[in-house]
């Protein structure tokens, strides 16, 4: 059985930062793909951040410079790194791995509000 599990979540004031945590069990994050997808309530997921099994990273446009995705292979974990939060940036965030992107974290509310 796989689960991803994400934590870190929280209210921020704009220009915060947070840093959100996937720990995935019964899946090796080294050799798959990693993803950090939002959303908000009426709109589609939106693809965040990716890291892949060689460690490349990519970023939607929205966030780049201000987030950084990073992996952990020992404690089979992926981060992301907020920095520089803006309202905007308020959403649920989920975590996505596995082949053809078949697994999905139970998600982890962001509030970036005043």
């Known amino acids: 059985q796989v689960y991803l599990v994400e934590s870190g979540g929280g209210s921020v004031q704009p220009g915060g930062s947070l840093r959100l945590s996937c720990a995935g069990t019964?899946?090796?994050?080294?050799?798959?793909?990693e993803h950090w997808y939002r959303q908000v309530p009426g709109k589609q997921r939106e693809l965040v951040a990716s890291?892949?099994?060689?460690?490349?990273?990519n970023y939607a446009d929205s966030v780049k410079g201000r987030f950084t995705i990073s992996r952990d292979n020992a404690k089979n974990t992926v981060y992301l790194q907020m920095n520089s939060l803006k309202p905007e940036d308020t959403a649920v965030y989920y975590c996505n791995s596995g082949w053809r992107g078949a697994y999905w974290g139970q998600g982890t509310q962001v509030t970036v509000s005043s």
């Open positions: 890291i892949t099994s060689d460690g490349s990273t």
């Open positions: 019964g899946i090796i994050f080294r050799i798959n793909d």
